[in-house]
C-alpha cells in the first residue's frame, strides 16, 4: 500500500492498517490470487467518499 508521505507498506492476509487523515494512498495487489479488502470511510457529513477526486477525473476528460 501507497501513503503519501510515507514509506510503501506491502500487508499480507489477515493484515489491518489505518491511514493518516486527508492523505492519498494506493493499493496494488502483486499476488497471483484475487485479493479481498474491507475498506472503512469515516468523512464529514458534507463531504462524500471520493467526491473530490471523481470531480477531477471528470475534468479532465
Known amino acids: ?3 503519501e508521505g ?3 507498506n506491502e500487508l499480507t ?3 489491518a ?4 487523515l486527508n492523505a492519498r ?3 496494488v495487489n502483486k499476488g ?3 485479493a479481498k479488502a474491507v475498506v472503512f470511510q469515516v468523512s464529514p457529513v458534507d463531504a462524500a467518499f ?3 477526486e471523481a ?3 471528470d475534468a479532465a476528460q
Open 1 to 3: 500500500m501507497e501513503v
Open 6 to 8: 510515507k514509506e510503501v
Open 13 to 15: 492476509a489477515g493484515d
Open 17 to 20: 492498517t489505518a491511514e493518516p
Open 25 to 27: 494512498m494506493r493499493v
Open 32 to 34: 497471483d490470487v484475487p
Open 50 to 52: 471520493l467526491e473530490q
Open 55 to 57: 470531480k477531477a477525473d
